[in-house]
């Protein structure tokens, strides 16, 4: 785990929680590019987008149940985990911010609210490449994943907003915008808004299943964070 930033405030004020894959990162091309070539090596026929959007799960595990009509055992979850990562960070690194991203983390820093990063990213991989992005020090803190990858996101959720204890943040005042319904999920475990987000993972069909409001850009996204969080 990673302490505030450099330049982070503390505020009484709303809090964004902000995920990383598919929202702040661009990177659906990175993921479409790698999930076939691990399909391609598992035996499994090529996804389009609008399928991969529609079949998309977390946890992964459950993806997978949907493309082959049960739950992978133990030893073939490893080989699919892995050989997606692999394919995966050899092109992660390609991938580019949302329209907007830097723009946006700026800006609600710079208006005095505070905001951290929270994603099921490997920790020791995520940090570097948010550095290199050059937005670390917008965020109180960066989470990644520590430990096992076929897991949901609201422990993860508890774990965060513990350690920003003393900062200021609270639960209801916090909103987490994210692209998955997982994100939903976690908040409303710890008692925090959602905002979901269409650029990655799920179509707006799944995303509108999580009863929360669904936006089309990070920009949309931000302006009603800032509503519900009031």
Request: zero cysteines; glycine letters at 10%.
């Amino acid at each position: 785990m990673t302490g505030a930033g450099a330049g982070a405030t503390t505020s009484a004020g709303a809090h964004l929680v902000w995920d990383w894959n598919g929202t702040l990162l661009h990177d659906i091309d990175a993921v479409m590019a790698a999930t076939n070539a691990s399909f391609a090596e598992l035996g499994f026929a090529p996804i389009t987008l609008e399928r991969y959007r529609e079949l998309y799960v977390v946890p992964v595990p459950k993806f997978y149940e949907r493309l082959m009509g049960r739950l992978p055992t133990d030893d073939e979850w490893l080989v699919m985990d892995d050989t997606f990562h692999r394919h995966y960070w050899a092109v992660a690194e390609d991938a580019g911010l949302a329209e907007g991203a830097r723009e946006l983390l700026e800006g609600w820093r710079t208006a005095g609210l505070t905001q951290s990063l929270l994603s099921l990213a490997p920790h020791d991989k995520l940090v570097p490449l948010v550095r290199r992005h050059g937005i670390h020090d917008h965020f109180l803190r960066v989470d990644g994943r520590v430990g096992p990858s076929h897991t949901s996101k609201a422990g993860h959720l508890v774990r965060h907003m513990a350690a920003m204890e003393g900062t200021g943040v609270s639960a209801t005042r916090t909103v987490l915008i994210g692209d998955a319904v997982d994100d939903a999920l976690a908040a409303a475990h710890v008692g925090a808004l959602a905002v979901l987000y269409t650029g990655g993972s799920h179509s707006r069909r799944s995303l509108e299943s999580a009863g929360v409001p669904v936006v089309d850009s990070l920009a949309e996204a931000v302006r009603t964070a800032h509503e519900l969080a009031g």
